[in-house]
Nanobody, 127 residues
Framework: QVQLVQSGGGSVQAGGSLRLSCAAS????????MGWFRQAPGKEREGVAV????????YYTASVKGRFTISQDNGNNTVYLQMDSLKPEDTAMYYC????????????????????WGQGTQVTVSS
């Protein structure tokens, strides 16, 4: 059973930066879709950014393009989310997710695709 362990997050003022990390206990396949979702109070969980671990292809939701960067360290089965120019509307619980054996093609933001989830980490951006 794969476990995803998240770290990072916290509180920051608008315009600041935070970095999230997600380490997978094991990745038995060479290709996976791994990334980040977020959920604000009273809202549905939404896709933020994912990366195809096989070729490094990345996908972002429109609201974070140019501000967030997803990257990976294949040697450590770890994915990172660098969040810059943070806005109050970025405030949410952030979750790491893994779609094993996938290239992130198609509807990458569909939460039903992701069988494995991290424990969640809070990101709070104050104005």
């Amino acid at each position: 059973q794969v476990q995803l362990v998240q770290s990072g997050g916290g509180s920051v003022q608008a315009g600041g930066s935070l970095r999230l990390s997600c380490a997978a206990s094991e990745l038995t396949q060479s290709f996976n879709c791994m990334g980040w979702f977020r959920q604000a109070p009273g809202k549905e969980r939404e896709g933020v950014a994912v990366i195809a671990t096989a070729d490094g292809e990345t996908y972002y939701t429109a609201s974070v393009k140019g501000r967030f960067t997803i990257s990976q360290d294949n040697g450590n089965n770890t994915v990172y989310l660098q969040m810059d120019s943070l806005k109050p509307e970025d405030t949410a619980m952030y979750y790491c997710a893994l779609d094993r054996g996938s290239y992130c093609l198609g509807k990458w933001a569909n939460t039903q695709r992701y069988r494995f989830w991290g424990q969640g980490t809070q990101v709070t951006v104050s104005s």
